[in-house]
Structure formats: C-alpha cells, structure tokens
C-alpha cells in the first residue's frame, strides 16, 4: 500500500458492506480506521464475541446528564460492521476516528440524536440528478447495493471490471466534485470559526479536522498499511493535504463533558429513515435480506413473503412464489434494471401474491421490509450496574426482550408471574417503560394481569438516566418514588403514587407515600380532588390481598378520605353549571365503586345516606340528583316506586325542559351499563319519559334536544332499536312490568356456586358454608358479577 486506503461508503447498505470485505481482504492492512467515537477504542473487542448479534449500537452518554445521548448504530449489512468484524478477525488495530462523544455530547441539542447524522445536502440525490434518475434510492440500489447479489448464471459475485477499490475511487471522485459544486463545500471542510467564538463540534470541517489527526497518527506508527472507512462525504477531506497546526487550531477551544460509553441492542426499525434516524435507510429489511442471502436473492425473498402472508392465514401457493419472480424479473428488465429492486418485487408481491390488494403488502412492507430485528449484546460488555441488574432479572424470570409488541397475561398467584409484575411495574416508575398495562378480560378477578411488551433502543437511554436512583430496579425505584412523593403537586397525584408503589412491591417507599398522602388529605378540602383520589387508593388496598402486602395504613387514609367526601358532597353539588355538574356525576360514581370495595364498616351506609340527600334534594343539578336515584334504585335502597315518584317531580310541567333533560341523562346513564336496559324493562319510567318528552314546547324543544341525543346516542344500536320499537307500539299506562320468569329455584341457583367460586379463586372458608342462597343474595351476586364483567370493580 503506497497511500493509506479510504474507503467512502453509505452508512448502511449490503454492496457497500460486501465491496468493504472484498476490499480488505486484498489490501491487508495492520490498522483498520472507522468513522465512530474514539471512546468505544476500550469496547470495540466485544463485536467479536459469538454473542454480539447486531444490530446493535453504540451508547454514549454524558454521565453527570444520562438523557445527553449520542448513539451509533450498527446491522450486519454496515460497512463499519464489516471492517469491525475483519479487522479482529484478523489480528488488525481496530480504531474509531470521528470526533470524540465528550465533544459532541458537550454540545446543545444532542439529547438521543445519532452520531452520524449527514450533512444538509443530499449527495445521493445529486449523483442520482446527474446520472439522469429522479430516485436517487433506485439508483444506489443499482449501482452499489446490488453488488455481489447472485442470480442463477451469473457465476457468483465478482469484483467488477473495476477491481475491489474501483467503486471507491469512483465515489471519491464523485464526492469530491460535490464538494467543489458551491451548494456543496470546499474538500477540506468549511473554514474555520471566527475568531473568538468557540467552534461547534456537529460542524463538519469540526470532524473532518480530528479525522485527519488520527489518520496522521495511525500512519505514523503503521506506516502506509492503513484503511479507513467513512462516509463518502468525507473522503475528499481526508485525502486534502492540511498542516496539522490548522486542524489543531480548528479543534482549539471544543467544549467537554465526562461520557461513558457502552454496546446496546438496536433494531431494524430504528435503522429506518421513517424512524428520524439521520442517516437512516428507507427498507433494512430488505437490505438484511440481500446481504444475507447466499444465492437467488428475488427467490429467497418471495419465499419468505409468501410464508409470511400463509401464517396470516392468506392461500399463497408455490405457484403464486414462482409467478411472482418471473414478474420482478420481467419488470427489471422493462425498466432496465440489472436485477429486480425493491420496487419490482413489491409490484410483483402486489399483483400476484396479494390480489391487487395494498392491506396484506401493507404487513409485508412492516414486518419484512422494515422488520423489527432486535440485536443483543454479550453479558460481556461493559454496562452500567443497573443495566447488569435488569439484564438478570430478564434471565431469571425467563422475559426476553423483544422489539416487535406482544401481548403477556400474567396470573399474579404464581410466583413467577408476580415477580414479573413487579419489574415492569417498577421499570415504568423508573420512566423504562418496557410494558404497557392493559384491560384484563372480564370475568379474570384482580390476580391477573394483562401487558403489551415492546423493548425499543431509546429504552437504553431511559435505564442510564435511571442509574442515578440506584444500582438495582428496585433500589432506584425506591428511591424515584420517595422523591416523587416529595415532589408531588396533588393528592390524586399520591393516591396514584402508592397505588403504583404497592403494584411494584415497594414496601420501603410506602411510608413516605403514606406519610405525605396523610399530610396532603388533611390540608387539601376540595370535594373534587378528594374524589379523584379516593378510586386509586381504593384499589391499593385491594391490591393487597392479591399481592400479599401490608395495606392496614392506607385503607384507614381511604376510609377518611370517603368520611370527609360524604360529609362535603351536597354542599359541592350545589351551584355547578352544565360542564361542572357533568364532572361531579363523574365523581360519585367514582367514589360510589370505590366504596363497594371499601370494606369498612359504615363507610358503605354513611354514603348511601348522602346519596339520598342528593336525590331528593331540590336546587341541584339535575345529573347529579337523577345519577343518586339510580345508583340507590340499582343497590336496592330506593324502591320502584319511589324512583317513578321521583322521576315524575323531575319531569313536572314546573321544572325546566333543560334540567328534567339532565336529570334523565344522570338517571338513565349512557355511559353506564344497564341504562337503557331499565327503560326497555320498566315501561311506567319509559311512559313517564315519553309523556314528557311529548309535552315540551316547541320553543325550548331544541335547547333539550342535544342533551337527549347525548343520552341515547350512548346506547347500543339494537337497544335503541328496542326502545324506539317500544315507543312506537304505544307507551304504556298501566303498572310496571311485571316479569315472566320461572319461579325461583334454591337449588338449582345453588349449583353454580362451585364454578363461580373456582372463577374467583376462592376457597370455602371464603364463601362461608354450601348452603343454597335465598333470592336476594342471588339477586346481589348476579348483580356484582354484572358490575364485574362490566368494568365496575368485583367484590
């Protein structure tokens, strides 16, 4: 080697990777530079471990300020993989050159932001221009991605006609012509700052110069034996001749912070341009694909979609796999392509195996030519304590992190399953939010849960900042609560605070929580807030029976908390406008259910008697009296008749269209299951409701109409059907409706009581003796269960 060897490729790409390899091999050098941080010099060993499975990326992070983060990532397709990988394969010095991550952290604006990111102009698009294509993807595809990609008859991959460094040199050159064009920029990079002002270290001519100064010192101490890969941009920079006492001087004055570095998994999505990504690439699906594929690329990739769409339940045949590779072909060779691209086979997949139809192509351009392959890093590694800490509690409860989402069902009896519980419940404490909660189905009870998990790269990022809370998940999310019950601005903010807490299993947390909770509900007299809070804190203490944790403390902060709401609800109700009055309804059935579930006793009978007050008491919002009446109809409190009374009041000529309208709206609750279903079943409520609307001047008709239309409008569609078919066949005027069921059977009611205690999990001395229910107790029980099935908590 007369001269050191730069090699300019495209960040991501198969051909550049291949041409890289090839080149390599014959040049031999002893010194192998890439265009990365310095600090990863310590690390880079760790690519040749059997365990380091890319894509991954590099982590660097400002350590007094974890979120100051740069990352570079790196697939099996990067040509800086690839030198990697040679070089320790080889026993050649592996060094990186590119400005050192204390340089570039240390500027504003670096927070999760990609080492590489490119320069403003597009050279692809202008070397695309000046070849005479307008898609400057479709061209590099042809003329460097493809390199190498064998067809059957092609005699396998070759150098080209122009040798292993003929494609480098005839991209220097286009490069250099680019920089010397005036929207491109001089080869040497841009002049240096201004005296007196500092220079910014994302300045190409910044990078270029600090290149420039590791390359003079690995030819210093190889000699000539030197190859350096970069991106083509720069090559015209590094090849200039510049005193060295100039890229001293540009580099003088750099701002500096203290950084650690470290290897984490990446995915192909995040590869993606789609994803932000700065020197992102539009398909590494498809480019994973074309680099791994020995032979027959087009035909291997139709196979591969076509067992993608079968598993979605698609009939593709291998005649389908066959016609749709003479179709790429076909295509290629109409557009004079050397081999069919991207574009061809994803028309071909289009009109043979997907019918013509883009929603199964839309499946294979997300799972296939995107993908989310997720790399992984050997435990070798360096890594920050919290990060070895999670990684062996992912390896002890046998949770793998995955990139594509996934759902996982957890029964919270086993113990495995809570533990699992509770590292994603802590993780998301730490703002790790590797799992997302979600609705379990009904009829499961409180010990199951269900998740959505998703690991993503910037996750690597969120467990470096939580590194300065603790050396382990639960030590820092002890500490990350403690301080956020400190911080907190609200009481519903707390309820929520030791509700999480108690989910992840925090028991050295809890004090503070309840500590500045009780504080906070003594001081705090809002009737609204005190309502927000009390469903959360509700439900901590129920958690406890299922996860086995002390809640005697927080349930007498409950049992205070719905003490002091039922002695200031009425006088809060008073006086509320529309919108206010539709929020307070939302409050009491808020607090309605958290009492169910509040065993406490004469917490449940303090509240039934302010619900009466709300109901009968005149000069309140009509929502929230009609809401009262029919919580206490549903609970048995309030008879039949007296709820027409109450109704009928409501509805006189003497109240105003608007608030009989509301009080209907608060009684019949859309939103709330049952509702309509009262008005279809009691056809006395559903004549009054008739005979009123009937009556209303036409003047004010349309004022009520849109509270109405809100109302119904929230009923299913065949409920409304019925109810309407009901008005229609006249309104009733005679008694209530009376059921025409069988007679009720003791024993037979009695027999499921077996199945339902088995559904519940729970034991006999839970249910009390086998004896067979009266009416009344199988009346309440159906009704819990509905609640459950429902949404509305299960006692």
């Given at each position: 080697?007369?001269a050191?060897?730069?090699l300019?490729v495209?960040?991501?790409?198969?051909?550049?990777?291949?041409?890289?390899?090839?080149?390599?091999?014959?040049?031999?050098?002893?010194?192998?530079?890439?265009?990365g941080?310095?600090e990863?010099?310590?690390?880079?060993?760790?690519?040749?471990?059997e365990?380091?499975?890319?894509?991954?990326?590099?982590l660097?992070?400002?350590?007094?300020?974890?979120g100051?983060?740069a990352f570079?990532p790196f697939?099996?397709?990067?040509?800086?993989?690839?030198?990697?990988?040679?070089a320790l394969?080889h026993?050649?010095?592996?060094?990186?050159?590119d400005?050192?991550?204390?340089h570039t952290?240390?500027?504003?604006?670096?927070?999760?932001?990609d080492g590489?990111?490119?320069p403003?102009?597009?050279p692809l698009a202008?070397?695309?221009g000046?070849?005479?294509?307008?898609d400057?993807?479709?061209w590099?595809?042809?003329a460097?991605e493809?390199?190498?990609a064998?067809?059957?008859?092609?005699g396998?991959p070759g150098?080209?006609?122009?040798?292993?460094?003929?494609?480098?040199?005839?991209?220097?050159?286009?490069?250099?012509?680019l920089r010397s064009?005036?929207?491109?920029g001089p080869?040497?990079?841009?002049?240096?700052?201004a005296?007196?002002?500092?220079p910014d270290?994302r300045?190409?001519?910044?990078r270029?110069?600090h290149?420039?100064l590791r390359?003079?010192?690995?030819?210093?101490?190889f000699?000539?034996e030197?190859?350096?890969?970069?991106?083509?941009?720069?090559?015209?920079?590094?090849?200039v001749?510049?005193?060295?006492?100039?890229?001293?001087r540009t580099?003088k004055g750099?701002?500096?912070?203290?950084?650690?570095?470290?290897?984490?998994?990446w995915?192909?999505?995040?590869?993606a341009?789609?994803?932000g990504?700065?020197?992102?690439i539009?398909?590494p699906g498809?480019?994973?694909h074309?680099?791994?594929a020995?032979?027959?690329?087009?035909?291997?990739?139709?196979?591969?979609?076509?067992?993608?769409?079968?598993?979605e339940?698609?009939?593709v045949?291998?005649?389908?796999v066959?016609?749709?590779v003479?179709?790429?072909?076909t295509l290629a060779?109409?557009?004079?392509?050397p081999?069919?691209?991207?574009?061809?086979?994803?028309d071909?997949v289009?009109?043979?195996?997907?019918?013509?139809?883009?929603v199964?192509?839309?499946l294979?351009?997300?799972?296939?030519?995107i993908?989310d392959d997720?790399?992984?890093?050997?435990?070798?590694?360096p890594?920050?304590?919290?990060?070895r800490d999670?990684a062996?509690l992912?390896?002890?409860?046998?949770?793998?992190?995955?990139?594509g989402a996934?759902?996982k069902?957890l029964?919270?009896?086993?113990?495995?399953d809570?533990?699992?519980?509770r590292?994603?419940?802590r993780?998301?404490?730490?703002g790790?939010?590797?799992?997302?909660p979600?609705?379990s189905?009904a009829?499961?009870?409180?010990?199951r849960?269900?998740w959505r998990l998703?690991?993503?790269?910037?996750?690597?990022?969120?467990l470096a900042?939580a590194?300065?809370?603790?050396?382990?998940?639960?030590?820092?999310?002890?500490?990350?609560?403690?301080t956020?019950?400190?911080?907190a601005?609200?009481?519903?903010?707390l309820?929520?605070?030791?509700?999480?807490?108690?989910?992840?299993a925090?028991?050295?947390?809890?004090p503070?929580?309840?500590?500045?909770?009780a504080?906070?509900?003594?001081?705090d007299?809002?009737v609204g807030?005190?309502?927000?809070?009390?469903p959360?804190?509700?439900?901590?203490?129920?958690?406890?029976?299922?996860?086995?944790?002390?809640?005697?403390?927080?349930?007498d902060?409950?049992?205070?908390?719905?003490?002091?709401i039922?002695?200031g609800?009425?006088a809060?109700?008073?006086?509320?406008?529309?919108?206010?009055?539709r929020?307070m309804?939302g409050?009491?059935d808020?607090v309605?259910r958290?009492v169910?579930l509040?065993?406490?006793?004469?917490v449940?009978?303090?509240?039934?008697a302010?619900?009466t007050?709300l109901?009968?008491?005149e000069?309140?919002?009509g929502?929230?009296?009609?809401?009262?009446a029919?919580?206490?109809?549903d609970?048995g409190?309030?008879?039949?008749?007296?709820?027409?009374r109450?109704?009928?009041?409501?509805?006189s000529?003497a109240?105003?269209p608007?608030?009989a309208a509301?009080?209907?709206?608060?009684f019949?609750?859309?939103?709330?299951p049952?509702?309509?279903?009262?008005?279809l079943h009691d056809e006395?409520?559903?004549g009054?409701?008739d005979?009123?609307?009937?009556g209303?001047?036409?003047?004010?008709?349309?004022?009520?109409?849109p509270?109405?239309?809100?109302?119904?409008?929230?009923y299913?569609?065949?409920?409304?059907?019925a109810?309407?078919?009901?008005?229609?066949?006249?309104?009733?005027?005679?008694?209530?409706?009376?059921?025409?069921?069988?007679?009720?059977?003791?024993?037979r009611?009695?027999?499921?009581?077996?199945?339902m205690?088995?559904?519940?999990?729970?034991?006999?001395e839970?249910?009390?003796?086998?004896?067979?229910p009266?009416?009344?107790?199988?009346?309440e029980?159906g009704?819990s269960?509905?609640?459950?099935t429902t949404?509305?908590?299960?006692?």
């Open positions: 080697m007369n050191p060897a730069l300019g495209r960040h991501h790409g198969p051909g550049s990777a291949r041409a890289v390899r090839a080149a390599l091999e014959r040049l031999r050098p002893r010194a192998v530079l890439v265009e941080p310095p990863a010099d310590g690390i880079v060993h760790c690519a040749a471990d365990d380091m499975r890319p894509p991954v990326a590099l660097a992070h400002a350590a007094d300020d974890p100051r983060a570079w697939a099996a397709f990067s040509p800086e993989w690839a030198a990697i990988r040679w394969a026993d050649a010095e592996v060094r990186f050159i400005l050192p991550a204390a952290l240390a500027a504003p604006g670096t927070a999760g932001r590489r990111d490119g403003p102009p597009d202008l070397l695309a000046a070849a005479g294509h307008d400057p993807e479709r590099w595809e042809d460097v493809h390199r190498g064998v067809r059957p008859g092609d396998g150098d080209g006609p122009l040798g292993p460094l003929g494609p480098f040199r005839a991209v220097a050159e286009a490069m250099a012509a064009a005036p929207e491109g080869p040497g990079g841009e002049a240096p700052p005296e007196g002002s500092p270290p300045d190409d001519a910044v270029e110069a290149m420039r390359l003079r010192e690995a030819v210093k101490e000699g000539h030197v190859a350096v890969v970069c991106g083509a941009w720069h090559v015209p920079a590094l090849a001749r510049r005193p060295v006492t100039a890229d001293r580099l750099l701002p500096k912070v203290r950084t650690e570095i470290s290897w984490v998994p995915t192909h999505r995040r590869l341009r789609s994803s990504y700065g020197a992102g539009a398909s498809w480019y994973a074309l680099y791994a020995p032979d027959r690329p087009v035909e291997r990739w139709m196979t591969t979609v076509a067992r993608l769409l079968r598993e339940g698609r009939p045949s291998s005649a389908h066959i016609e749709s003479r179709l790429a072909d060779a109409l557009r004079g392509r081999l069919p691209g991207l574009t061809e086979t994803t071909a289009r009109a043979v195996l997907c019918d013509g139809s883009d199964p192509l839309a294979v351009r997300d799972r296939l030519v993908g997720l790399g992984e890093v050997p435990d070798t590694a890594a920050t304590p919290l990060q999670l062996r992912q390896r002890t409860l046998r949770l793998k992190p995955e990139a996934r759902e069902e029964d919270l009896r086993k113990n495995t809570t533990e699992r519980s590292l994603l419940h993780l998301r404490l730490l790790v939010d590797w799992g997302t979600l609705a189905r009829g499961l009870g409180t010990f849960e269900a998703s690991w993503q790269p910037e996750l690597a990022v969120r900042e590194g300065v809370w603790g050396t382990t998940v639960e030590a820092a999310a002890t500490a990350r609560v403690e956020a019950a400190r911080e601005d609200g009481l519903a903010d309820t929520t605070l030791a509700e999480r807490c108690l989910l992840a925090l028991p050295a947390a809890l503070a929580v309840l500590g500045a909770l504080d906070r509900a003594a001081l007299t809002d807030r005190l309502a927000e809070a009390l959360a804190l509700v439900r901590s203490v129920r958690y406890g029976d299922v996860r086995r944790t002390d809640t005697a403390a927080l349930d902060v409950a049992a205070g908390l719905a003490d002091r039922s002695v609800l009425p809060a109700c008073a006086g509320l406008d529309r919108d206010a009055a929020g309804r409050h009491v808020a309605h958290a169910a509040l065993e406490r006793p004469g449940g009978d303090r509240w039934t302010v619900l007050v109901a009968e008491r000069h309140l919002p929502e929230v009296r009609g809401r009262a029919r919580l206490l109809l609970e409190t309030l008879t039949a008749d007296r709820a027409a109450l109704l009928g009041r409501a509805l000529p109240a105003a608007a608030d509301a009080w209907i709206e608060g019949t609750g859309g939103t709330e049952g509702g309509g279903l009262l008005l006395r409520l559903l009054l409701i005979t009123w609307l009937t209303i001047p036409a003047d004010v008709f349309t004022d009520v109409l509270l109405l239309r809100r109302t119904f409008s929230e299913e569609p065949a409920l409304r059907r109810i309407g078919e009901r008005v229609r066949n006249g309104p009733a005027t005679g008694p209530a409706h009376r059921s025409t069921a069988p007679a009720w059977d003791p024993e009611a009695a027999a499921v009581l077996p199945t205690r088995l559904l519940l999990g729970l034991d006999d839970e249910c009390g003796a086998q004896r067979p009266d009416e009344r107790e199988m009346m029980t009704a269960a509905s609640v459950a949404g509305g908590g299960a006692r």
